[in-house]
């Protein structure tokens, strides 16, 4: 049986800078992915968005991204960027590997799929979260004779070009989706709480606060919340046109049930209509973390989320967890794949966790 030293589960940002950072311990390892092609997350967004349009991509470790002019296609451009990236440090990617499971099996980790296993003394998950898209059920959910997408299915605003729309979500998505399609078609923006705007400069200090708060979700074992949910809102050029029509300014409650032809609000705020007709529910509800494989190790706490000291799982300490929490973004990911890399050196040295840490996200 060949027993690696480490299995990565997923080739995004997070799992090859992980695979770098090995590679250069000398550890020897494989990478697991599920896609056909090299990209991750980002060959899957819909052909609209271009360089322009998305937040900073990091460069990964060891490798400058290329200078765009920002018209290219973010799901060309990046997924080019990460290819040529696997070729010039020959990580070893093997693809496409959907992992249905990974369980211990006399002290070794054995990852399935569906016709291959592989077996390793630990592993770095970096699955994230863009394989599960989260849609809330509300009360005639199913009625609706209109079209119903996610952020995951979005294909554009010309596809919504004459559609009454209404957008459902309180995230940077959300705000992006109302920037494109206030312009050219009706929208409804409705959220579960009242939208946090940022007017100040996002410096780097306060991106540390920001990852300082959701790091200490995750190191008492409760479920990761979104980043913008503490750092807040903020508008570029790019969406003042939508900011002028009033599509941010009109921003309704979160409606009690759905009907065939629109949403409707049992108590909605004075001098708001209780039923809003809608051609399309545009939910941009965000994603949860893709980690249903990691089922047979038990790594979630009481609490509901997975308990991490640094980037280790507290109740695993072979498994590494990267794209998770504090480490979602993409400078997040190549921090973390770091901490990974050097917790995975210290259990493969010692038999256990490196001791305890201060952030997932050390400095370079």
Do not use: C, K
Not at 187 to 200: D, K, Q
Not at 322 to 351: C, E, F, H, K, Q
Request: zero cysteines; a neutral charge.
């Amino acid at each position: 049986m060949d027993i690696l030293d480490a299995v990565v589960i997923g080739a995004g940002q997070a799992g090859l800078s992980s695979s770098y950072h090995l590679a250069r311990r000398g550890i020897r390892h494989v990478v697991l992915d599920a896609d056909d092609r090299a990209g991750g997350a980002w060959q899957h967004r819909w052909d609209a968005l271009t360089m322009h349009d998305v937040h900073r991509v990091a460069d990964l470790p060891g490798s400058e991204i290329p200078a765009d002019s920002g018209a290219e296609r973010a799901n060309e451009f990046v997924p080019a960027y990460f290819a040529d990236y696997e070729r010039r440090f020959d990580l070893p990617v093997v693809r496409p590997v959907v992992v249905t499971r990974v369980r211990d099996e006399d002290g070794l980790l054995v990852v399935e799929s569906d016709d291959r296993s592989w077996t390793a003394r630990t592993l770095v998950n970096a699955t994230g979260t863009w394989t599960r898209p989260f849609v809330p059920h509300y009360p005639g959910i199913e009625t609706f004779r209109g079209e119903q997408l996610h952020t995951a299915d979005y294909p554009g605003p010309e596809h919504f070009r004459g559609r009454r729309v209404v957008v459902v979500g309180g995230g940077a998505s959300a705000v992006q989706f109302l920037g494109a399609l206030a312009p050219i078609t009706e929208t409804v923006w409705v959220t579960r709480r009242e939208p946090v705007w940022r007017t100040g400069e996002f410096t780097p200090e306060i991106g540390r606060e920001v990852v300082a708060l959701v790091e200490e979700r995750v190191r008492r074992g409760l479920p990761p919340r979104s980043v913008v949910s503490v750092t807040g809102l903020m508008l570029r050029e790019q969406e003042r046109e939508a900011e002028r029509l009033g599509a941010y300014a009109a921003r309704r409650g979160m409606f009690s049930a759905i009907e065939p032809d629109g949403v409707r609000w049992a108590d909605p705020s004075p001098g708001q209509p209780t039923f809003e007709r809608a051609d399309v529910i545009l939910w941009a509800t965000g994603f949860r973390p893709a980690n249903e494989h990691l089922g047979p190790l038990r790594l979630r706490s009481p609490r509901g989320g997975i308990q991490l000291d640094g980037t280790t799982a507290v109740a695993e300490p072979r498994v590494q967890m990267v794209g998770y929490g504090p480490s979602a973004s993409t400078i997040g990911a190549n921090r973390a794949g770091r901490s990974a890399a050097r917790g995975v050196a210290d259990w493969l040295r010692t038999g256990t966790p490196a001791g305890p840490t201060r952030s997932s996200t050390p400095a370079r």
